[in-house]
């Protein structure tokens, strides 16, 4: 049973860098890649971008100037950093496995973290 | 980037009630579409891929159609536990868009 578990501090301050890790547990094959999704609070849900385990990546065009995502297949971990953040990237951040299986849905989501901007 | 519009964006409906969701693409994205349902606290769940594929250990009762700009989610008969908001998103093409959601609430 795959699970993900998603960390990090719950509150950044503005213009500063806010940094998440999933942490991946359980067995998930090659036909699997991750991806970042967030929901600010009582809005829907906004793709941030995927990463694959070869490290290669795809990101939201209106996030790709301030998003970096980065995988550590050792410590079976998925990375978010956001930089430059303002109130407006307050969201629940989700850490989320794809399945190239299953016409590319999510089929794993983590409990999602709260992240706040404020000073 | 694909546009992705849901109707309802509520709803009140009875237990035992037929409820189905509407989601509409602005461009064609095949089958590459899929249903999600969220609750608070108790996180999100897959329901429906490839527009009418049910994911594993989802009810029967759910049910997805549609191909092209049109998809419907269709519950056939509502469960207490149903009582949620669900979302539509496509993955024909990124960025990955979803749409609004639709609410499910008790009447």
């Known amino acids: 049973q795959v699970q993900l578990q998603e960390s990090g501090p719950g509150l950044v301050k503005p213009s500063e860098t806010l940094s998440l890790t999933c942490t991946v547990s359980?067995?998930?094959?090659?036909?699997?890649?991750w991806s970042w999704i967030r929901q600010p609070p009582g809005k829907g849900l906004e793709w941030i971008g995927y990463?694959?385990?070869?490290?290669?990546?795809n990101y939201n065009p209106s996030l790709k100037s301030r998003v970096t995502l980065s995988v550590d297949t050792s410590n079976n971990q998925i990375s978010l950093k956001l930089r430059s953040v303002t109130a407006a990237d307050t969201a629940v951040y989700f850490c989320?496995?794809?399945?190239?299986?299953?016409?590319?849905?999510?089929?794993?989501w983590g409990q999602g973290t709260m992240v706040t901007v404020s000073s | 980037d694909i546009q992705m519009t849901q109707s309802p964006s509520s709803l009140s409906a009875s237990v035992g009630d037929r409820v189905s969701i509407t989601c509409r693409a602005s461009?064609?994205?095949?089958?590459?579409l899929s249903w999600y349902q969220q609750k608070p606290g108790k996180g999100t769940k897959l329901l429906i891929y490839?527009?009418?594929s049910v994911q594993s250990g989802v009810p029967s009762r759910f049910s997805g159609s549609g191909s092209g700009t049109h998809f419907t989610l269709t519950i056939s008969s509502l469960q207490p536990e149903d009582f949620a908001t669900y979302y539509c998103?496509?993955?024909?093409?990124?960025?990955?868009?979803f749409g609004p959601g639709t609410k499910v609430d008790i009447q």
């Open positions: 461009q064609s994205i095949s089958t590459f």
């Open positions: 490839a527009a009418s």
């Open positions: 989320a496995r794809v399945s190239s299986g299953h016409y590319d849905a999510v089929d794993i």
């Open positions: 990463i694959y385990d070869s490290g290669a990546t």
């Open positions: 998103q496509q993955s024909y093409s990124t960025p990955i868009t």
């Open positions: 359980g067995y998930s094959s090659s036909s699997y890649y």
